[in-house]
């Protein structure tokens, strides 16, 4: 066997005398550090409603509400456990609310979303107002605005939390604080948020309540399926992703967050879709019917998702996403687009 | 030694059985989730330059520009040792270019920025146009932009590379290319784009060349330095930050890259200033004079700092800092408060 | 008698010499120029319903709409007769169609709002995509966009038509073309348009469609209703104009056209309110309810008119507006305030 | 002669009687209201310096700056005598100062723009900083400021006054205010917002000291035509307008005004250009060599102008311009285009 090459001696001499003062060698990382294409270390994955029911049933029994705070399933990338994450940078979870019970008012950095999953008659309450949930509604609670949630429903009542954690605690930005009361006292009527701005109108009075999170706060499902209904009858079939619509903040035009993209689409029956992909990774929450997801990443592995409603599915970035659906599907998804925009970082690919 | 409550033992077969499912209970991790305000993993650190020259050199010897592609010393935040970034969300590199050496044409979706630090006569080359090195310029390198390095100097050329490589992998979006040739054509007059944007005017014709970044590849000291010394001389000091100027996309007004902003600020001999923090982290280069730095975690440990010319440090986030400088200091920095801003996400304190 | 001061005789024979080089001395007519507050040629005006009716019944009778083009009585400012002008900047007329009428296709560079007054069952089509009119109903033709009006009603509908005419007359760049055919072809399902972006949602794909103007054509008055009544119920009455809201382009937030403003309001039962005054002047038209209003002029001389159902009342710059109502009214108005705002030249004032 | 046909006495009658109450018929005006393309009243038209001047300096004897408060030839469109204006929507006047004189403080809604013709040592005082005035700097006085002018130099300065008085006028929304002391306190040295705003970088602190107008008072002939200079060596020539640059604003890389476009461009020795009309019309100042400008009507009336240093000619809306120089030319213009843009009505078109 050899002695090494001189210059390479030099060379980890080098390295073991910089070492020391918190330098590295960047030609020796720089091909890792400057891709020619996006490896998101994150992995596609399913959670099958079926499956993740009973749990929260049971986690219902294991602790209260107002003990958890927050009684959460989060749904973790399986290559990213312990890092309560599905995306590197979005957060996702199933959130379970038994009837009469309250989770208590606090408020953070991070923006929510809450998508509704299953049951009616719980509230969270924004700002000194309650908003009823009903399934396949899009509810938003804005950065550090005080919430709490609470139900008046016979039943549970369950909703896919997507919050910004991981960008917060990314770039290090994060702040937190507990309401005095257990539940913020009520000082507005229900759906007065949503006559203010709701209608293509808005007080003349007045700024944006919450900066550049949109003062709507919750985007009924009824509202949302029209329009896709109406537009799958008369606008042409995207053949990527059938009819699909964006939800706004209707004071700026854009997203409803500045972090998270939320979007609403319906695969019509007997859709076979093309394959796209895009930087920004998504989690998918199946609404109404069934779909076949083929998710294909860089490297070429694909995976296979047979849908119906109430599963979670996890799309990572630059992982190519192809629809098919015999009796028609509507998804719910939101991703971390905003943030991709606003860095200048966004791609978009369609396939054929 | 008690058996376990059987609540705590039906929770912990709860865990386990969610655990295959890819859930995990969001109470038992809330608080790590959600700070009461910001626990940066990373901490303050020093780059002396008298000391970190002589490793450069010996790079210098070790391997060419040719070889390393970028001859870069990566200064790394001594908690994130391994992951070639100075704070979460920033990389900061020292990087050395020798007589006749040549760093080859490549592109990439990470944007860069060069300060210069020693020498004078080296150039950077971005989308056909040369720009000439000297110490104390601020140069940019757009997203995507073809760009090589190279030096007709007598010496060694050193400059900090800043970018934004961590964000870019945080998000999955980055992407890279080589150039055909090993050096792009110089298809435009040194100075065309500066003629072009930097006199507070702008061609009547044709949009912004690199979309939100600045079209102006170089910012020269000569004239920054000019403008600090004026303010110190007319304008009153701020008894945080001296005299404190960013740089700006003069088709915006707002930051010259999406993701970096920029900073040059004197302190004015005998400044003694007062502490302040913010969400967003900063690296800092010492562009002439001499301060004293101190640095404050949030949970109270100090660090201090003496200073001097070429000497780099950083500051994570929501680390008060406070100057004082008895000859005093002229400071360039930059930082990912671009970011902080779109998400919505900055908060600032001026302590007293 | 004595003869003219001599400096006075040298003026007279200076403007003498420059007026044939179209030279004029500012120092004559700067205070003209530059007052020290608006003094609009303006005068309040109302017309009443029932005086305006049966002469655009006359109207029907006299000529057809195909001959007319556009069969409009113009709202003439007294003092502005001749100009087709209700102020400086703003054109206001009604405008009728009879049963199985036609307003033949035709296009230009001026925006117009159609604000439904009498009847329905009219449509006006834009860009291929018809809209019936209803009572209430706020319907705008984005600038240069073809479109044609026409009805299937039983009786005769009237509109009041709302265009920047003056000022695309003032800043000289009107263009105009008549369409190929009598009326376009129908190409889009009505509503369609809602559909694509009423609900607070976008099409993901796809930009603005007519640019800064918003790509609803239609505001239905059933909505405007609903929202106006329910913030009566929950929401504070402001003392100057009750509940009053703005229409938005839900794809920017700001005003449904460059060049128009459009609000809705409604005065409370008992409602006695207090004057304010505002640059951008108004027209105003009653919907429902009746309500006395006062107008002070900036010398203090005062109008005051009832005003009921269908009546419509102009309200010069810089005249203080005052409403009472015994009985409620809802009112709906225009203005040129967005490009007030555009010239940076807005100025309200709250009277006490 | 035949009776009139009783369709037209009715239609007669009609009028009659809609005449008193303020209405009047569109069909008989519609196609004046909307043209097929822009019929501006004011015509082409040329003011020679050294036909202008003699009158300047006449003014000067006549009447001292104190008593005319600003001591101006107003250059008034032929087409236009008696309103103060050179286009429909712009002012433009020749002030002139003398040694030692005083142009009283005072403030007002219209926004002014100086270009200094001929002299160097005058001043403007804005916001309590002065500014020294060199033949072909571009200052700003932004709305409602406070401005005086005086001058320390050894003979006349004149300079081009570019105002939106007509707008403002045309908006009914101006307001003005004298000082209270003749000329205001200079609290800032003479440079300051320069450096704070001048060098492509901007204050850490503090917006936008103006609001929408730009916070440098100067932009100084020296780097103006540095710009041009370098452009015409280095960059392709424009076959319509030569070499042209716009003034920005550093802030927003808009207009330096919210009202008034302004221009620099060089033809350069040798150019023969091609023709190219658009809807703003433009007020020129030659500032160095001469060319011959060709301007034709939109009904094809061709005005031809040989000018030269310090002459001013105007381009009404719709106008071709095309320009032609021996010696090469440089020349300042300023437009209403930002309003154009504003009100989605700028529409450009260029001949060959």
Redesign the interface.
């Known amino acids: 066997m050899n002695a090494p090459h001189p ?1 390479a001696r ?2 980890e001499q ?1 390295y073991r ?2 070492d020391p ?7 020796e ?2 091909h890792a ?8 270390p ?1 992995v596609p ?1 399913l ?1 099958r409603y079926e ?2 029911r009973p ?1 929260l049933m ?2 219902g ?3 209260t509400a107002e ?12 290559a990213l ?2 890092q ?1 994450a599905i ?3 979005l ?1 996702a ?1 199933l959130q379970l609310i038994m009837p009469g019970e309250v989770a208590p008012a606090h408020r ?4 929510a979303l809450r998508f509704i999953v299953e049951g009616s008659g719980a509230y969270t309450a924004v700002d000194g107002e309650r908003t009823t949930m009903r399934p396949g509604d899009f509810i938003i609670t804005p ?1 550090w605005t005080f919430h709490d949630h609470g139900s008046e429903a016979e039943g549970p009542v369950v909703w896919l939390d997507g919050l ?2 991981p ?11 507990n309401g005095s009361a257990r539940s913020q006292q009520v000082t ?2 229900e ?2 948020s949503f ?2 701005y ?8 007045g700024d944006a309540p919450f ?4 003062p ?1 706060f919750s ?1 009924p499902y009824e ?2 399926r ?2 896709l209904e ?2 799958e ?3 042409p079939i ?1 053949e990527w ?1 059938g009819v ?10 854009g997203w409803p967050m ?2 998270l993209a939320t ?2 689409q319906k695969l019509p029956a007997g859709f076979s879709g093309r394959a796209a992909r895009q ?3 998504a989690v998918y929450s199946v609404v109404e019917g069934r779909a076949v997801v083929h998710v294909e990443s860089p490297q070429g592995a694909i995976v296979r998702h047979e849908v119906g409603p109430r599963d979670h599915f996890v799309v ?3 992982h190519a996403l192809r629809f098919e659906s015999e009796a028609g599907c509507v998804l719910f998804s939101f991703s ?1 687009r ?3 925009q ?6 978009e690919e369609r396939l054929s």
């Open positions: 210059a030099e060379r080098l005398d910089m003062l918190n330098l590295t060698p960047l030609w990382v720089l550090l400057v891709p020619v294409h996006p490896q998101s994150c994955a959670w499956e993740v749990l049971r986690a029994q294991a602790i003990e958890a705070v927050r009684r959460v399933l989060i749904l973790e990338n399986p456990r312990g309560s995306t590197q940078s957060y979870g953070h950095t991070q923006s950065s910004d954690i960008m917060v605690r990314f770039f290090d930005a994060g702040f937190a604080e507005r009527v759906g007065s006559a203010r709701g209608h293509n109108m808005a007080p003349v009075r900066g550049a999170t949109s709507i985007y509202r949302s029209e329009a109406r537009l009858r008369d606008a995207d992703e699909k619509l964006r939800y706004l903040n209707p004071l700026t035009g500045p972090t979007f609403m930087t920004d990774g990572p970035s630059w971390d905003p943030v991709h606003a860095l200048g970082i966004l791609k």
